[in-house]
Structure formats: structure tokens, C-alpha cells
């Protein structure tokens, strides 16, 4: 069992910056691939961003590509989404997952961290 906890969340103004952090647990970190999903009020949860085990490849939602960045620190067992320059339409709940190297499916999620974001 691998266990989430994000941080970082909270209300946030147009144009400001932000870096979400994951902190996991109950596996050995180096071994899961991390990601980030969210989900907007009235809408369906999806994907924003993921990352290899060694953090070589990365992956990011088309709409947010240059302004978010996934990371990660092996030696911390953490993972970060850096956000920039945040519009209202990025306010939602942002979940951390993790998954093991050879799953298809994320296997762990957060609980999720709330960010509004007012203009």
C-alpha cells in the first residue's frame, strides 16, 4: 500500500505561482511512476501530468504545457507540480497518483488538494 499526501494547495490569485508537493510512503519511491490528476467544479477528473520512475520522461496535458511542470526527488520521495502564471479556469482539486513501473493503471491516489484560483 503506498500512501499520498499533497501539500501546497489553497486559494490563489490570476498570475500567481504555485508548486504542489506529494509525499509518499509505504514503497520504495525510486519504483513508482508519479503523476497528477484534477478535477474542476462540474466537470470529470482528468490527467495533467506524470513522470517515470527516474524522472528521464514526463508527460503533460496539452492545455497547461509550458506553464505546469512535473518533478520529482527520489532521495525525498516527493514529487511537485510547479504551476505559473494560474488563470480561474485552473481552479480544482489537484490528486497526486502513483502507480508501480509495470501497471497500466494509477494504483494510488491522494486525497486531493483544493486550489481555486479568483481573477
Known amino acids: 500500500q503506498v500512501h499520498l499526501v499533497e501539500s501546497g494547495g489553497g486559494l490563489m490569485q490570476a498570475g500567481d505561482s504555485l508548486r504542489l508537493s506529494c509525499a509518499a510512503s509505504?514503497?520504495?519511491?525510486?519504483?513508482?511512476?508519479m503523476g497528477w490528476f484534477r478535477q474542476a467544479p462540474g466537470k470529470e477528473r482528468e490527467f495533467v501530468a506524470s513522470i517515470t520512475t527516474d524522472g528521464a520522461n514526463y508527460r503533460v496535458l496539452d492545455s497547461v504545457k509550458g506553464r505546469f511542470t512535473i518533478s520529482r526527488d527520489n532521495d525525498k520521495s516527493t514529487s511537485y507540480l510547479q504551476m505559473n502564471s494560474l488563470r480561474p479556469e485552473h481552479t480544482a482539486v489537484y490528486y497526486c497518483?502513483?502507480?508501480?513501473?509495470?501497471?497500466?493503471?494509477?494504483?494510488?491516489w491522494g486525497q486531493g488538494t483544493p486550489m481555486p484560483v479568483s481573477s
Open positions: 509505504g514503497r520504495s519511491f525510486d519504483s513508482l511512476g
Open positions: 497518483v502513483a502507480k508501480e513501473k509495470v501497471s497500466k493503471a494509477w494504483q494510488w
